[in-house]
């Protein structure tokens, strides 16, 4: 099959490559899937499990990519709940073999039925972008209805649905970004926007729950602006600075299947819009990574037509 591969940390982007390689066995619990689409966030290749396992063995040549929706090919031992020929879409486990490939090995349990009036390009940009919304306001952040979100990156892939989903649950959002991003981060839903690059993000003053995707001096000032019981919650590691009165929480995103369901039956029935930038075939994809433009949708690659 073909998949791209990485095996230099020091290459970055650069040092991608399209091979072939065996296609995958289902061990016990998995299935394998056949990938239509495979989502990828470009900061894998800073997380230390693209490049060694759990005991922190070098596990390159590493296949890159986690999110994926495609068709069931085979189960493995044991496997229940999934069918081959059944539509699937989901997270793979950080350490495997990704999903910039034209089949994975998988565990069932990190996949969701996808619905047959779902595009499998759709399906590939929800898991890690809505499943991080989900998890960073509901479960994380403890949102409640009537309080204010600060939602960083407002028109990026997981700024975007932490804005409808704070929305949907009858918050008050704020989006950040850059000045390019205003209209996009209000037609996603946020109430006002901040320009981080003109405006004085202290203007904006008290709020209830930040979900922060930048870290560095930006989670920094954010801390500062969250009221009494308020919680700040960063998925880009452990919180440099911490509320005043309030809590900071920092969280890597699991897959969910029940979570993945309901993303999905929201998108279905349009309280939900996904935010796609790039979609290239997986022969196009490493050219597609490696282009200088600025993105802030999802980039999807298509394993076939």
């Known amino acids: 099959m073909k998949a791209i591969v990485v095996t230099d940390e020091a290459a970055g982007m650069a040092g991608m490559k399209l091979v072939e390689r065996p296609e995958p ?37 590493s296949i890159l990519g986690h999110e994926l929706a495609g068709v069931v090919t085979a189960l493995g031992y044991g496997t ?14 950080w350490y495997r073999d990704g999903t910039l490939a034209e089949y994975v090995a998988i565990e069932a349990r990190n996949l969701a039925p996808l619905p047959g009036d779902v595009d499998f390009t759709i399906g590939a940009s929800l898991p890690i972008s809505g ?47 850059r000045a390019a991003d205003r209209q996009k981060a209000l037609d996603f839903g ?25 870290g560095g001096d930006i989670q920094k000032r954010s801390a500062g602006l969250i009221r009494a019981g308020g919680i700040l919650v960063s998925i880009v590691g452990p919180a440099e600075a911490r ?26 029935d349009g309280r939900l819009r996904t935010n796609i930038g790039k979609v290239a075939t ?18 999807v690659i298509r394993a076939r037509p």
Not at 283 to 298: L, Q, S
């Open 282 to 299: 997986l022969d196009d994809a490493v050219a597609i990574f490696n282009a200088a433009e600025r993105r802030t949708g999802k980039t």
């Open 80 to 93: 229940t709940g999934l069918s081959v020929g059944q539509r699937v879409f989901g997270l793979a486990d």
């Open 190 to 214: 946020a109430n006002e926007f901040v320009d981080l690059e003109n405006d004085a993000l202290e203007d904006v003053g008290g709020v209830d729950l930040v979900l922060d995707v930048i």
């Open 25 to 61: 066995q289902a061990a016990i619990n998995d299935v394998v899937v056949q990938i239509n689409a495979s989502g990828f966030v470009p900061t894998e290749l800073t997380w230390p499990s693209t490049w060694t396992d759990r005991g922190d063995r070098n596990r390159t040549p």
């Open 131 to 177: 499943l991080t919304a989900w998890q960073g306001l509901l479960q994380h952040g403890r949102l409640q209805t009537g309080q204010s979100v600060l939602a960083h990156g407002a028109a990026g892939a997981v700024g975007s649905m932490v804005t409808q989903l704070a929305r949907e649950a009858g918050a008050y959002v704020i989006g950040t970004g």
């Open 243 to 268: 509320p005043v009165d309030g809590l900071a929480i920092d969280f890597v995103v699991e897959s969910d299947r029940a979570q993945l369901s309901e993303i999905v039956q929201r998108v279905r």
